[in-house]
């Protein structure tokens, strides 16, 4: 078990943060920024949303900054790439990323899953494993009809409150998503209580993640 408390020595923690589209980090691993956010006393984050037209990129600015409220440090990152085209503009997507790895060198990052069905999701992963050699990487999970959804082996238990919040996070900052059908608070919930399951997390909650490579 990977303690980031206090007790543990863990005093700060920079996070990379990478989502393609405003509400892939909330959803697949807000709760787990939450927990952090409690449990280390200087949490300092790059945020970086790929994808978020219009209205998606008040939502995800409005989003970082609520859900991350009383962090140390937080950079807020939005892209200009095309919804759903990532793979078109992979030569523009991979110099933007390039430019960030230059000048942010986290102690974790949290990214989509290689086997995201996901076109945008999947050439987002790609170009994280690209960029950041030498860095944890942890891959999260996003719920979809694709039914994509594989064997995780990081969890991240939650409390039952911090589990309430993330679902009351998501369906109060993201109205623009509301109308998709997979887009509920029983999805959200459903997904966790499966994840604390198989964690046997105190609280019956959890987020799970991927790790291909850990160094010890």
Known sequence: MLRLDPAAGRQRLHLLCLGAHSDDLEIGCGGALLRWLAEVPELHLTWVVLSAPGERAREARRSARALMKG????????????DAQFPAELPRLKAFLAELGRRVSPDLVLTHRLEDRH???RTVAELTWQT????????YE???YEGDLGQPNVY???TAEQARRKVRHLMRHFGSQRSKAWFSEATFRGLMALRGIECRA??????ALHARKVVL
């Open 71 to 82: 962090a140390a440090g937080l950079e807020i990152v939005i892209g200009d790439f095309a």
């Open 119 to 121: 076109q945008d999701h």
């Open 202 to 207: 105190p609280d019956g909650h959890a987020e």
């Open 132 to 139: 950041w050699r030498d860095h944890l990487i942890l891959e």
């Open 156 to 158: 991240v238990p939650l």
């Open 142 to 144: 996003i719920p979809k």
